[in-house]
């Protein structure tokens, strides 16, 4: 199994995401392989955006989504795509049952730069090359070649006769529509700390390099323990051959294992042999992993939390208290914390705010709106009966 | 004037001295116990905002409270709260005392070694409903440096939410497993709420969050996106998709020429 030339990878990722599932995200990763030139590398982005909807067991996602590769200065292939994600899933007997449709529609382009070898007749040949790759041979009929600039000055219909001549750099861009429509069957289960999934699923693919029928199946098992994770997964898949009438078996396999050093810092290393994608018809190939993940940062969401327990001080830990009352006049902050006696919050934006610094412990409260009322948002932690018909809420900060 | 009478007459200035002596003595030092029980300006809390008769029960049992070693500061937290809720007195001193029952229950439940944070919170969560068996599970369970007090916590806000009791213990075991982070803790009542409202049900919710700890995620991301089913989070069955990352849809680069110049794409 040879696994080729290295690559270095930089890349980072954003992302968004609404309780409900939606979300947008983005990522772009910067390819080089060690000592090679600089125009040796490629970089690579996608931008996407997803709208969820569950209820019940069905759900559903539409996401759209731009990705695209500058690959060593000369090629540049863009796509974009539509996917529409049906799914219903059912739950018997601690098996997860998944039936998913997909159906995405977009297209995709690549601009680059080939060589054109003029015919000896004076005629124009085919660019260097012509033929001899997939995707070239599966976009003859259907892509639309616009043609390219440069040129050696000659004039094309003239034989002279003498040394052969020059190759020329023309660019030419290719471009099709992209399409997969399809669908799978997955069934999960978790053992405790490990989980098990085997899944089904057969796709028809137009990616302009490898058209046809995609079928096949995959099992996956996966074990985390402390701070380390793992997992390892097999699939056989039938792709499409170059003929229409041809579907070739592709088998691959993945072996992976992740330890999380700190609550941001996380090391993976990953070994996989990757069979053709059916979206976007690249060959398969064998590939090993190392790397370091750092999340920057986390944002609090979309839900305002009633209690935020902050960073540790020399007198206890910081703790934020909000409630929504954009009708109150005025709303305290009243618990264990306080002796009970009325804390003034202040208003900012419809929320009510305050902060105390607490010490180890349980500690009950409550917000007392406008002087009288006794009050306690659904969402709080630690909701219980006070005992005499209303609520209080708790927050514990451990010691 | 007998034997008797005249040895007792001698002895009985001295034995009275000595009586007197010793009762002043164990008066000190009961009054000395008395004060150490009850911090004094919790009393003085107590006394001004209660009338006479509620405030001596009340003290009455933070000293038994206090001798039975319970815990004092929840209870005196307890009727000031009836204060400032205008709560009848009387009512006031019967919560005050079934608290104080709680806090009995719950250390006998957690056995000798609970201190008086996990006693609190163990109390909390018997008063919330949590099963008395799960409590217990999971303070044999609880490793070393483990916040107790806040898995217990946490417990009871999960049976609130109507979470089987195994089930919300098996999520507690998945946080566990993946290192003990009380910040991770915290996320997991939010998440298995989220979850319910969007329409699963509390067991698969619980399930669903486990999962997510279990791979290293946040609980938030359960159920979200790709990361349907248990287990890893991503649920695409593309085949060549990363399965290791969530939702991976970084773009292959297209296949490489061999060298500039060539042509071959």
């Given at each position: 199994?040879?696994?080729?030339q290295?690559?270095?990878?930089f890349?980072?990722?954003?992302?968004?995401m609404?309780?409900?599932?939606?979300?947008?995200?983005?990522?772009?990763t910067l390819?080089?392989?060690?000592?090679?030139?600089?125009?040796?590398?490629?970089?690579?982005?996608?931008?996407?955006a997803?709208?969820?909807?569950?209820?019940?067991?069905?759900?559903?996602?539409?996401?759209g989504?731009a990705?695209?590769t500058?690959?060593?200065?000369?090629?540049r292939?863009?796509?974009?795509?539509?996917?529409?994600?049906?799914?219903?899933?059912?739950?018997?007997?601690?098996?997860l049952?998944?039936?998913?449709?997909?159906?995405?529609?977009?297209?995709?382009?690549?601009?680059?730069?080939?060589?054109?070898?003029p015919?000896?007749?004076?005629?124009?040949s085919?660019?260097?090359?012509?033929?001899?790759?997939?995707?070239?041979?599966?976009?003859?009929?259907?892509?639309?070649?616009?043609?390219?600039?440069?040129?050696?000055?000659?004039?094309?219909?003239?034989v002279?006769?003498?040394?052969d001549?020059?190759?020329?750099?023309e660019?030419h861009?290719?471009?099709d529509?992209?399409?997969l429509?399809?669908?799978?069957?997955?069934?999960?289960r978790?053992l405790?700390?490990a989980?098990?999934?085997?899944?089904?699923?057969?796709y028809?693919?137009?990616?302009g390099f490898?058209?046809?029928?995609?079928?096949?199946?995959?099992?996956?098992?996966?074990?985390?323990?402390?701070?380390?994770?793992?997992?390892?997964?097999?699939?056989?898949?039938?792709?499409?051959?170059?003929?229409?009438?041809?579907?070739?078996?592709?088998?691959?396999?993945h072996?992976?294992?992740q330890?999380?050093?700190?609550?941001?810092?996380?090391?993976g290393?990953?070994?996989?042999?990757?069979?053709?994608?059916?979206?976007?018809?690249?060959?398969?190939?064998?590939?090993?992993?190392?790397?370091?993940?750092?999340?920057?940062?986390?944002?609090?969401?979309?839900?305002?939390?009633?209690v935020a327990?902050?960073?540790?001080?020399?007198?206890?830990?910081?703790?934020?208290?909000?409630?929504?009352?954009?009708?109150?006049?005025?709303?305290?902050?009243?618990?264990?914390?306080?002796?009970?006696?009325?804390?003034?919050?202040?208003?900012?934006?419809?929320?009510w705010?305050g902060?105390?610094?607490?010490?180890?412990g349980?500690h009950?409260f409550?917000?007392?709106?406008?002087?009288?009322?006794?009050?306690?948002?659904?969402?709080?932690p630690?909701?219980?009966?006070?005992?005499?018909?209303?609520?209080?809420?708790s927050?514990?900060?451990?010691? | 004037?007998?034997f008797w009478?005249?040895?007792?007459a001698?002895?009985?200035?001295?034995?009275?001295?000595?009586?007197?002596?010793?009762?002043l003595?164990?008066?000190?030092?009961?009054?000395?116990?008395?004060?150490?029980?009850?911090?004094?300006?919790?009393?003085?809390?107590?006394?001004?905002?209660?009338?006479?008769?509620?405030a001596?029960?009340?003290?009455?049992?933070?000293?038994?409270?206090?001798?039975?070693?319970?815990?004092?500061?929840?209870?005196?937290?307890?009727?000031?709260?009836?204060?400032?809720?205008?709560?009848?007195p009387?009512?006031?001193?019967?919560?005050?005392?079934?608290?104080?029952?709680?806090?009995?229950?719950a250390r006998?439940?957690l056995?000798?070694?609970?201190?008086?944070g996990?006693t609190?919170?163990?109390?909390d969560?018997?008063?919330?409903?949590?099963?008395?068996?799960?409590?217990?599970?999971l303070?044999?369970?609880?490793?070393?440096?483990?916040?107790?007090?806040?898995?217990?916590?946490v417990?009871?806000?999960l049976?609130a939410?109507?979470?089987p009791?195994?089930?919300?213990?098996?999520?507690?075991?998945?946080?566990?497993?993946?290192?003990?982070?009380p910040?991770?803790?915290?996320?997991?009542?939010?998440?298995v709420?989220?979850?319910?409202?969007?329409?699963?049900?509390?067991?698969?919710?619980?399930?669903?969050?486990?999962?997510?700890?279990?791979?290293?995620?946040?609980?938030?991301?359960?159920?979200?996106?790709?990361?349907?089913g248990?287990?890893?989070?991503a649920?695409?069955?593309?085949?060549?998709?990363?399965?290791s990352?969530?939702?991976?849809?970084?773009?292959?680069?297209?296949?490489?020429?061999?060298?500039?110049?060539?042509?071959?794409?």
């Open positions: 199994m040879a696994l080729g290295p690559y270095l990878l890349g980072g990722r954003g992302e968004w609404a309780p409900s599932g939606s979300g947008a995200d983005g990522s772009l390819g080089h392989p060690p000592g090679a030139d600089a125009a040796a590398g490629w970089l690579a982005g996608d931008a996407g997803m709208l969820a909807r569950q209820r019940g067991p069905f759900s559903l996602e539409v996401e989504r990705w695209g500058r690959y060593q200065e000369e090629t292939y863009t796509a974009a795509g539509l996917t529409l994600r049906p799914r219903i899933e059912l739950e018997w007997g601690g098996w049952l998944g039936l998913q449709g997909e159906e995405v529609r977009g297209g995709w382009e690549q601009e680059q730069e080939v060589l054109v070898l015919a000896a007749d004076g005629e124009e085919p660019p260097a090359g012509a033929g001899n790759s997939d995707r070239k041979s599966k976009s003859k009929g259907k892509g639309k070649n616009k043609g390219g600039k440069g040129g050696s000055g000659s004039d094309p219909g003239t002279e006769p003498g040394p001549p020059a190759p020329v750099l660019r861009t290719l471009s529509d992209l399409r429509r399809g669908g799978s069957l997955d069934l999960a978790s405790g700390p989980w098990l999934r085997v899944t089904a699923g057969r028809l693919a137009n990616n490898a058209d046809g029928s995609y079928s096949g199946i995959d099992a996956e098992f996966g074990y985390a323990v402390g701070r380390w994770a793992g997992g390892v997964g097999g699939r056989w898949w039938r792709v499409p051959g170059g003929r229409a009438d041809v579907a070739l078996p592709e088998a691959g396999f072996a992976e294992a330890l999380q050093l700190t609550s941001a810092l996380s090391a290393a990953r070994l996989e042999r990757a069979i053709r994608d059916p979206l976007y018809g690249t060959p398969g190939g064998t590939a090993a992993h190392l790397g370091l993940s750092w999340k920057l940062g986390e944002h609090g969401g979309a839900v305002r939390a009633v327990v902050g960073r540790q001080t020399d007198e206890g830990r910081r703790v934020e208290f909000r409630i929504r009352a954009p009708d109150a006049a005025q709303v305290a902050l009243v618990g264990d914390f306080s002796a009970w006696q009325p804390m003034p919050m202040r208003e900012r934006g419809g929320y705010e902060e105390v610094i607490l010490g180890p349980t009950h409550a917000f007392l709106v406008d002087g009288e009322t006794w009050t306690v948002p659904p969402e709080a630690g909701i219980a009966d006070d005992g005499w018909g209303r609520h209080n809420a927050v514990v900060i451990p010691s | 004037m007998n009478s005249r040895r007792t001698r002895l009985r200035p001295r034995l009275t001295s000595a009586f007197w002596i010793f009762a003595l164990a008066g000190m030092m009961g009054g000395a116990v008395h004060a150490r029980a009850q911090n004094p300006a919790d009393l003085e809390q107590i006394r001004s905002r209660f009338p006479a008769a509620a001596r029960s009340l003290e009455q049992t933070l000293r038994e409270a206090e001798r039975s070693g319970l815990p004092t500061a929840p209870l005196v937290a307890k009727a000031l709260e009836g204060a400032a809720k205008q709560v009848p009387p009512q006031v001193v019967a919560a005050v005392r079934q608290l104080a029952g709680d806090l009995r229950r006998t439940l056995g000798g070694r609970a201190g008086a996990e609190i919170a163990a109390a969560a018997l008063r919330r409903g949590a099963p008395a068996e799960g409590i217990r599970r303070s044999a369970a609880a490793q070393s440096g483990e916040p107790l007090d806040l898995t217990v916590h417990y009871a806000d049976i939410q109507g979470i009791p195994d089930a919300a213990l098996e999520v507690l075991a998945a946080w566990r497993e993946r290192g003990a982070d910040k991770l803790l915290r996320e997991v009542p939010t998440a709420a989220r979850r319910v409202r969007e329409g699963a049900s509390p067991a698969a919710a619980a399930a669903e969050v486990g999962a997510a700890v279990r791979a290293g995620q946040s609980p938030a991301s359960a159920g979200k996106g790709g990361s349907k248990k287990g890893n989070a649920g695409k069955a593309q085949p060549g998709g990363n399965s990352q969530k939702n991976a849809k970084s773009p292959k680069p297209p296949k490489p020429p061999n060298s500039k110049g060539k042509g071959r794409p």
